[in-house]
């Protein structure tokens, strides 16, 4: 019997991956979150089912985990505060749920027996520059030794690693369509910074093909093609020049993003579809295949394949004809 728990259930990878599973085979799905609002909307917009279990419970709470997790076997640990500005100003909140609340989702799957556990985790993780990236790096170390504790036949654990996903909450994407829509400027940070993309789907599907292959101690990374900010904007006023106000970068943002640093590089390989980094330390007889990186090489937004405005409105699903 399979039974999948995914914690931040209700957020908007959350909810994808919950469609998702309910597409498949999965005996029992547990939506693990604080928000009792988002559940209730859920529920409204269909998401009834058997199989589908809603739990309110935040990841802080060590003992309330322990309960969700009874018969679990997979946990997707997607909870974390994500705003780097929510983050700088709430430092101890961001510590508290990125990172405490971590180290309770591996506490409480060791006591539960359960089989494996995915972490999502953030561009921003890779030689952070801000609180929040900071706190995704901690917990994915959290996670990657965690692997420790739990012995060659306990519990595996391991993390994801990308980019931006298009139209979550909280990207941009939606907050340019909304000034375009009421006919303003776009406000942007810098024309040229630039950030890794992909689809919710895309997301969805990688985190549920690291589940497939995972053996626990792996960052998987996969391959993303980068935008600058000025193109999503052009994108979004397309095929009309978009009128853009500069307001400068916001405390912690970096220019360019890393999903694989130059550090990482002579533990990283190859393996066709995505990256994979190797931990630091293993307690178990355990091997990757795949091509190694050279060593100093990095995988940034900077030197990524790079989208055009075709691109990226391919890719956003901009180019739609909705009235047709």
């Known amino acids: 019997m399979s039974s999948v ?18 597409h498949g085979d999965t005996d029992r799905i547990v939506v693990f979150s604080r928000d009792e609002l988002k559940q209730h909307q859920m529920r409204a917009d269909g ?14 709470d060590r ?11 997979t946990v997707v640990h997607a909870a974390a505060l994500k705003q780097v500005d929510t983050c700088e100003y709430n430092p101890l ?20 027996q359960v089989t494996r556990v995915l972490m ?7 030689d952070p520059t801000n609180l929040y990236g900071a706190t995704k790096l901690v917990a994915e170390k959290l996670i990657v030794d965690a692997n420790a504790y739990s012995g060659d036949s306990g519990t595996m654990f391991a993390s994801t690693r990308y ?32 950030r890794f993309v992909l689809t919710l789907e895309q997301g969805v599907e990688f985190v549920s093909d690291c589940l497939k292959i995972m053996v626990g101690g792996e960052v998987f990374i996969p391959k993303l093609p980068a935008v600058t900010v000025s193109t999503i ?14 307001v400068g970068s916001r405390p912690g943002e970096k220019h360019h993003e890393l999903l694989i640093s130059q550090h990482e590089s002579v533990r990283t ?9 190797q931990p630091l330390a293993f307690p178990r007889d355990t091997s990757w295949d795949g091509v190694p990186l050279l060593p100093g090489v990095a995988y940034g937004s900077d030197t990524a394949d790079r989208l055009d405005i075709d691109g990226f409105r391919r890719l956003a699903g901009l180019d739609v004809d909705v009235a047709a």
């Open 5 to 22: 728990l995914v914690t931040g259930g209700t957020g908007s990878f959350g909810q994808s991956f919950v469609r998702h599973l309910l």
């Open 47 to 60: 998401l009834v089912n058997d199989r589908l279990r809603y739990f309110v419970g935040d990841v802080r």
């Open 63 to 73: 003992d309330r985990l322990r309960r969700a997790m009874h018969g679990v076997t």
């Open 93 to 112: 909140e961001a510590v508290h749920t990125n990172i405490d609340g971590t180290a309770n989702v591996i506490d409480a799957a060791l006591d539960a």
């Open 120 to 126: 999502l985790g953030t561009d921003k993780a890779c």
């Open 163 to 194: 980019g931006n996903v298009i139209s979550s909450r909280g990207s941009v994407l939606p907050v340019f369509q909304a000034q375009h829509a009421n006919g303003g400027v776009l406000t942007i940070t810098d024309p040229d910074m630039t």
């Open 233 to 246: 904007a052009e994108s979004v006023c397309w095929p009309h020049p978009a009128m853009m106000k500069v």
């Open 269 to 277: 390989l190859d393996r066709g579809w995505h990256y994979l980094v």
